[in-house]
């Protein structure tokens, strides 16, 4: 097995670890304190299961190609991986223009529902599906990638067909020129506000524990999509250089690189509301400790030596269980916020 193959299967082996265990994470808050969840907060909710999707259904089947020097299953899993990998791109980018939307209504003291939030969910959803089959009726082609081991649309022979060329022309306008700019005008006008917010205070005490926060949770916002675009970014170019150019100009090993890359795009965001956000970091220690707990409940059997009691719960119900002090209730999640 060559170094480069090698090199691919532990990457995207290490970011499948850390994308299912952080965004697993994410989804498991979320789930615990589903009641309290804010409107905003559903879009994040929703990114993690874009990055989730995207590493159980692609990882997978890339790391076991890798590993056989081959694609494997033939057409019918290069099309499955490709509209996997399409439908969870553009869900993915779509979800963080329309958060880019409700930031800045936020700013303007407009508020957002649940239903509004789930509306656009729907239409995220509906939105990349659209996209996704178009290939699959007639408009553009999926194809293995040049280095062999993972498949997408086909942007090296995208100059042959006009079929093809008008479909990547349009996709690119409409999948990621479009959400890159409400992006960065949205991102722009909520900072001009906070500048103009900030500079109207004579000292930073002033300013209020409300405005500090929005101000924290615009900037996570930010790096969740500078990361995002950040990642993309390479594949998107060399995409389009093997569309106007001969992709022979580039060696596989390179062109792996930026697929790499792109991949990694899955990991980051638990990360970053870890870092950004005291109320997520709280609730993942208090998850942690939680299971830690069933886990020596489970090893041990009964880890009291006291009789078990009986508590009466509902009606008709008994809960027969041993007394065990200070052990994490995940009805306490239901009191906090994601972010």
């Known amino acids: ?3 480069a193959r090698l090199g691919f299967i532990l990457f995207v082996l290490f970011s499948a670890i850390l994308s299912v265990i952080g965004n697993g994470a994410v ?4 789930i615990l304190k589903s009641s309290r969840l ?6 994040s909710v929703n990114l993690a299961v874009t990055d989730l999707g995207m590493a159980l259904t692609m990882y997978p089947l ?15 899993s290069c099309i499955y991986y490709s509209v996997a990998g399409f439908l969870f791109g553009v869900a993915s980018i779509t979800t963080l223009a329309v958060m880019a939307v409700v930031r800045l209504n936020l700013t303007s003291t407009s508020s957002v529902t649940s239903k509004k939030i789930l509306h656009a969910i729907a239409c995220i959803w509906l939105y990349a599906l659209f996209w996704a089959l178009l290939p699959l009726c ?5 194809g293995p990638e040049p280095f062999g081991i993972s498949c997408s649309i086909l942007w090296a022979t995208a100059h042959e067909s ?24 949205c991102y722009s006008l909520i900072a001009w506000k906070h500048h103009k917010a900030y500079k109207a205070m004579k000292n930073r005490e002033q300013i209020p524990n409300a405005g500090k926060l929005d101000r924290q949770l615009t900037l996570m916002a930010v ?23 001969s992709s022979a100009n580039i060696p596989p090993e390179m ?18 509301y870890y870092k950004f956000s005291k109320t997520f970091r709280k609730e993942v220690r208090d998850l942690k400790r939680y299971c830690l707990c069933c886990l020596k409940v489970t090893d041990s059997g009964n880890p009291s030596r006291e009789e078990p009691t009986v508590h009466r719960m509902e009606k008709n119900i008994v809960d027969i269980r041993p007394k065990i002090e200070k052990v994490f209730k995940p009805h306490q999640f239901l009191h906090t916020s994601l972010h």
């Open 162 to 185: 006009r079929n093809q060329s008008s479909f990547i022309v349009v996709i690119f306008m409409l999948c990621i020129i479009l959400p890159t700019f409400t992006l960065v005008h």
């Open 27 to 30: 989804l498991t808050v979320a």
């Open 1 to 3: 097995m060559s170094e």
């Open 62 to 76: 890339a790391i076991a190609s890798a590993w056989s020097h081959a694609w494997l299953g033939g057409d019918s």
């Open 223 to 245: 790096l969740v999509t500078a990361g995002f675009l950040i990642c993309w970014t390479p594949y998107t170019v060399v995409s389009f250089w093997s569309m106007f150019y």
């Open 138 to 142: 007639g408009w553009g082609k999926y």
């Open 255 to 272: 062109s792996l690189l930026p697929c790499l890359f792109a991949k990694s795009s899955t990991v980051y965001n638990p990360f970053i």
């Open 38 to 43: 804010k409107p905003a907060e559903l879009l």
